[in-house]
């Protein structure tokens, strides 16, 4: 069965950093032809776009929110896509989810229906 399961979400001071992981198992393509994003869902709020990567990774971009804190990469080799985390505020509080696109670079999607694939989240908690 297809899926995407993600990890690394904690418990954080603010100020502190993670590194979430995103692992691809039995995509009916290659790992390497999907354009990857992570988008995120604070507690009783709607879905937030965080950030994108193309497929080989040598093009991302991420919201306004989180430019020059987080960073997205990918180990095509692993099938795995990252997020770090850095300077973590209160309000990135929330769940992460990873998604994937086949042969598209993802925009700045929020829904879900534009994705293939979405992960079950892990959730990133950022408190003092």
């Known amino acids: 069965e297809e899926q995407l399961v993600e990890s690394g979400g904690a418990s954080v001071q603010p100020g502190g950093s993670l590194r979430l992981s995103c692992v691809a198992s039995d995509l009916p393509f290659s790992f390497s032809t999907y354009g990857m994003s992570w988008v995120r869902q604070a507690p009783g709020k709607g879905l937030e776009w965080v950030s994108t990567i193309d497929s080989d990774g040598g093009t991302t971009s991420y919201a306004d929110s989180v430019i020059g804190r987080f960073t997205i990469s990918r180990d095509n080799a692993k099938n795995t896509v990252y997020l770090q985390m850095n300077s973590l505020k209160p309000e990135d509080t929330a769940m992460y989810y990873c998604?994937?696109?086949?042969?598209?670079?993802?925009?700045?999607?929020?829904?879900?229906?534009?994705?293939?694939?979405w992960g079950q989240g892990t959730q990133v908690t950022v408190s003092s």
């Open positions: 998604a994937a696109r086949w042969g598209v670079l993802p925009a700045r999607w929020t829904d879900r229906r534009q994705y293939d694939y």
